[in-house]
């Protein structure tokens, strides 16, 4: 039971965790004669507590497994970070770059209950003549569903991601533009980075946040130019937010357009340091980014957090009668074979949005990747200091694993409960 116990702590909170059957072997190799030596360790699933592997999901919806998501928000909180402030290989000059937070809506589909406020920032009533409160479930569903454009609200989803880089185009064009430069010698001179995260909103419409920010030639390593403002990046934002448009099928006659919605908000982002009561901090928007990183429409909307194998399942299934529309609409889109590429199907429980819920460009800071290679490089180390292994010149590491189910047992889920996670769902994370 003890070994048990320990086992189910290594998962950090995971609650259905990846079970693995097989074995892992790690060899001494002498380096002069490239003989193969004793074993140094050896691990196989038959000899684990749990009879298995457990390794954890790494989920990063929070309806799906709390402790995976997160390490996933924690994570995008660094990257985003370093993005703004230095730090993970990002100096800490980046700081002082033009940079930007700007977020993105989509169009209307049709009037929805709301929360309109006035000049004095009073929530006033919604077209249905009724004082909403904050958690009414009825906040974003239609007011007659029978006019609102269910089709177009789920083709919207599905060209969102096309629409921003789209976007990422003309606001490169843009800011060239302003600098009196062409956009092929741009590069030369300055470059554009961002890194988004998609939110639903709870009329189940994907829009965008993203930080954006000019740096010089060779990214945050080098100082932008002197023309490179975050005025002039917001007025090349709002230009090109303007002019982006991707053109999406044409369905029994209508042809469908998208293009972002009125609604656009770009805000210079501040240093900590020279934080005021309207300013907007460095902290504050990556705290923001991060915490979107882990929801979907399951959040906001009351949909699925999985994808569907049968229509008839929505029956069964305890979900608003918006999101049901939504489903049952991305569903019947998906059968027809001029927008298989969509696959409507498959991303219908997604309400027909299928791309990546936060993206970066290249330049703009570290990778998820390399904060996890970092996290295990660590984890592996602390593993040899504690068996207390001396350190080989060489390792030859022999290795085979196979899926063997998923989740926990009813008795590991009891011993589980009685674990302190690793990581908490609450409170702002560290710095680290």
């Not at 193969?36 to 196989?44: A, R, S």
């Not at 999406?248 to 934080?275: N, Y």
């Amino acid at each position: 039971m003890p070994a048990l116990l320990r086992q189910l702590s290594g998962l950090g909170g995971c609650t259905h965790p990846i079970r693995l059957d097989g074995h892992r072997t790690e060899h001494a190799v002498n380096t002069r004669t490239g003989e193969i030596g004793n074993v140094l360790h050896h691990l196989g699933s038959a000899d684990l507590p749990a009879g298995h592997l457990l390794v954890r999901c790494n989920n990063r919806r929070t309806t799906r497994c709390a402790a995976c998501a997160e390490v996933y928000r924690r994570d995008t909180f660094h990257l985003i970070t370093s993005g703004l402030r230095g730090g993970k290989g990002v100096p800490e000059q980046v700081a002082a770059h033009p940079r930007v937070f700007a977020t993105f809506t989509a169009p209307g589909f049709g009037p929805v209950h709301n929360r309109p406020k006035g000049r004095a920032r009073t929530v006033r009533p919604c077209r249905c003549g009724v004082v909403h409160d904050q958690e009414d479930t009825a906040l974003g569903t239609p007011l007659n569903p029978d006019t609102y454009d269910y089709e177009a609200a789920v083709l919207w989803n599905a060209h969102a991601g096309a629409l921003w880089r789209r976007f990422s185009t003309y606001v490169r064009r843009e800011v060239a533009k302003r600098a009196g430069l062409t956009q092929r010698i741009l590069p030369d001179y300055a470059r554009v980075s961002f890194a988004k995260v998609a939110e639903y909103q709870k009329r189940g419409a994907v829009h965008f946040h993203a930080v954006i920010r000019i740096d010089g030639p060779d990214g945050g390593y080098t100082p932008p130019p002197a023309w490179a403002t975050a005025e002039l990046l917001t007025d090349a934002i709002r230009a090109a937010a303007t002019a982006a448009r991707v053109d999406g099928p044409v369905i029994d006659g209508r042809a469908h357009a998208f293009a972002f919605g009125r609604q656009l908000d770009v805000r210079t982002i501040r240093s900590a340091d020279f934080d005021g009561d309207q300013e907007l901090t460095e902290r504050a928007v990556a705290a923001y980014i991060a915490k979107y990183a882990t929801k979907g429409a399951e959040t906001a909307t009351g949909a699925l957090d999985r994808p569907l194998k049968f229509i008839a399942e929505l029956a069964q299934l305890d979900i608003s009668d918006h999101a049901r529309r939504m489903i049952r609409t991305a569903w019947t889109l998906g059968a027809r074979k001029d927008l298989a590429e969509l696959r409507l199907r498959a991303w219908a429980h997604m309400l027909g949005f299928r791309g990546h819920f936060s993206t970066k460009s290249r330049r703009y800071s570290t990778t998820l990747g390399a904060l996890r290679t970092a996290r295990a490089e660590w984890r592996r180390m602390q593993a040899a200091a504690e068996d207390d292994q001396t350190a080989q010149d060489v390792t030859l590491v022999l290795a085979h694993w196979v899926y063997a189910g998923t989740g926990l047992t009813d008795t590991e889920a009891w011993l589980a409960e009685t674990l302190e996670p690793a990581l908490g769902t609450e409170g702002e994370p560290t710095r680290g």
